[in-house]
Every structure is written in structure tokens, then in C-alpha cells.
């Protein structure tokens, strides 16, 4: 184990340096293993540890968080050689946002996830918690589920948000590559963090190909039979 900090300056370089020693582009969404959502610290631990040599980081939810509490910055401690991603998807006034991002640096998270539709003073919060604390805010721009309609076809609108607020990487679907497509094109210097994956209808060269930095895949790896094994095989195909 080591400390990226140590070494790298910021989110993006680390998740970037990862990637390359890796030869992966996954980020695995921690919120079931086999299936279930209840689960014990030492379980968490067993499941990262196995697949972390084909990950570059991973996605803890507010479940998550629900379920283990505070021992979540124990399991983020064990491993120093990932990035941690809280997938809270904060959507708050401005002043309460901030208090939501410093919790989540303190915990020992490297970045926070936050819907866009809150507008820039409330992602402006996320950004300046995030940069007192050597973290990075990623904005929801567009989503993967059934029903996100109304929010992806305001993706640039809030994509323009995001930006005029300091952020520089966006979540948009795996199964809606044209989405990506549309973002990467406007915002080129940006990374892209694509769910959907798998379980979703999502596939796993496609997002990439289409301009995505990385895929969030969480129950095509958790809940498989073998995680590690699916974690394998998805970070070779990830790497084109």
C-alpha cells in the first residue's frame, strides 16, 4: 500500500496514473455484494481487495454510508492505492452543500458527486470545500435510468453550469452514448465518468469509444459470482 497523495497532485492526475498502471477505466459502484445491501465492514473490505488490481477507483453510495457509518473511513483507509468517489448525489442550498463536501473530505473520499440542477452557487460550495481539502466535485449532467428524460435534454444547460462553477468532470449514461458524445465534443478537456454499465443495458467499449474518461460498473461486478473475475474482464475490455 501507498499513499497517491503523496506523489500526485490532484484527483484527475491520480485517476489518470492509475489507469495507465492498470490498463483499466473502472471504477466499480459499491452498493450490493451478492445481492444484498447489508453488509458487514470486514465483507467490503474482501470484495475491494479482490478486485483491486482491475479498478481505478470506487463509487460508495449514500446506502452505503447508511449502512456502515462511520467505519466507511476505516475501509477508504485500507486502501491507499484507489480513489474513493461519494456518490451522495447532493442536492442542496448552497450553504448545506458545503457542510455535505466537508463531511465527505473528511471521511477521506478524493471527490463527491452533486446533481447539477442546483445551480453554480451551490456547486461553487462543493468546489471550494473540495479545493480546501485537495478534492474534486464531479456534477450529474445527464443520467442512465428510465425516466431521466427531462434532465438529459438539459445536459448542456447544466453542463455550462457545472463549468462556470470550477467543476471539470461530469457523470453521464453508458446507454445514451450520444449524450457522451454531445459532452465530450463541447467539452473536450473534461473527464467523463459513464454509468450504466451491465445491469443498465450499458455496454463497455462503446461509452469509451464515444468519449468517456471512465465507467462506474457496480452489479456486473458485485453481484457476479466471482467479482474478481468480472472485474478482470471488464478492465481488459475497458482498455481500447
Not at 479545493?131 to 425516466?147: F, L, T
Request: aromatic share 8%; net charge neutral; hydrophobic share 45%.
Amino acid at each position: 500500500m501507498f499513499d497517491l497523495g503523496r506523489f500526485l497532485a490532484s484527483f484527475r492526475e491520480t485517476l489518470d496514473w492509475l489507469s495507465l498502471k492498470k490498463k483499466s477505466r473502472v471504477v466499480v459502484a459499491l452498493d450490493t455484494i451478492g445481492g444484498r445491501s447489508r453488509f458487514q465492514e470486514g465483507e467490503v473490505v474482501k470484495l475491494i481487495d479482490s478486485v483491486s488490481d482491475a479498478i481505478v477507483g470506487v463509487k460508495l453510495g449514500l446506502p452505503f454510508y447508511l449502512n456502515l457509518g462511520p467505519s466507511t473511513r476505516d475501509v477508504i483507509k485500507h486502501f491507499q492505492d484507489l480513489v474513493f468517489i461519494a456518490d451522495w448525489k447532493t442536492a442542496d442550498v448552497p450553504h448545506v452543500t458545503r457542510l455535505i463536501f466537508e463531511k465527505i473530505f473528511d471521511l477521506g473520499f478524493n471527490a463527491g458527486i452533486i446533481h447539477a440542477f442546483t445551480g453554480t452557487k451551490s456547486m461553487s460550495e462543493a468546489v471550494n470545500a473540495a479545493r480546501s481539502r485537495g478534492g474534486d466535485v464531479i456534477a450529474v449532467v445527464a443520467m442512465s435510468h428510465e425516466g431521466s428524460e427531462l434532465v438529459n435534454s438539459q445536459m448542456h444547460v447544466l453542463a455550462d453550469m457545472a463549468v462556470k462553477a470550477g467543476v471539470g468532470c461530469f457523470v453521464a449514461p453508458s446507454n445514451n452514448t450520444s449524450l457522451i458524445q454531445e459532452l465530450r465534443a463541447k467539452h473536450p478537456s473534461s473527464k467523463i465518468f459513464s454509468p450504466g454499465v451491465g445491469a443498465q443495458g450499458g455496454e463497455v467499449k462503446a461509452p469509451l469509444r464515444m468519449g468517456a474518461d471512465y465507467l462506474i460498473v457496480g452489479r456486473l461486478i458485485t453481484d457476479a459470482p466471482k467479482p474478481d473475475d468480472a472485474a478482470r474482464r471488464v478492465a481488459g475490455e475497458s482498455w481500447i
